[in-house]
């Protein structure tokens, strides 16, 4: 079973059996409404705590998406470049952004799943 770890800024990192994948939550993606647009790193990026490594732009704004933790590119998510709207469907599942290389040590620092259910938004 997946285990998230969430930011008060509305990035998550699910855990998959050691495969960590990024994106940002169903709150962020609603509050966003219809995503026309993501941009990814490339593979093979780093990024610290904190640093912007992804861009979602929608028909009210364009959002910055921040690293949560020390974290390295592993993968992206291609069917975002097609499917942008993927994020509005399925952001905590399909609609993930990157697979990354993070230290798990690290993710102690964020919330876990009844913290950001308890934050107010």
């Not at 969430?6 to 990192?13: L, P, S």
């Amino acid at each position: 079973m997946a285990t998230f770890y969430y930011t008060k800024t509305h990035e998550y990192i699910k855990d998959a059996g050691g495969t960590y994948y990024l994106g940002i939550t169903d709150h962020a993606q609603d509050k966003l409404g219809d995503i026309t647009f993501v941009e990814l790193p490339e593979v093979g990026a780093e990024f610290a705590a904190g640093d912007v490594c992804c861009t979602v732009e929608s028909v009210k704004a364009v959002a910055e998406t921040y690293a949560p933790v020390a974290l390295t590119v592993t993968g992206v998510n291609t069917r975002l470049e097609n499917e942008p709207e993927l994020l509005n469907k399925d952001a905590q599942g399909e609609g993930w952004l990157i697979t990354a290389e993070v230290k798990p040590a690290e993710l102690a620092a964020l919330m876990d799943q009844a913290a950001y259910d308890a934050m107010e938004k």
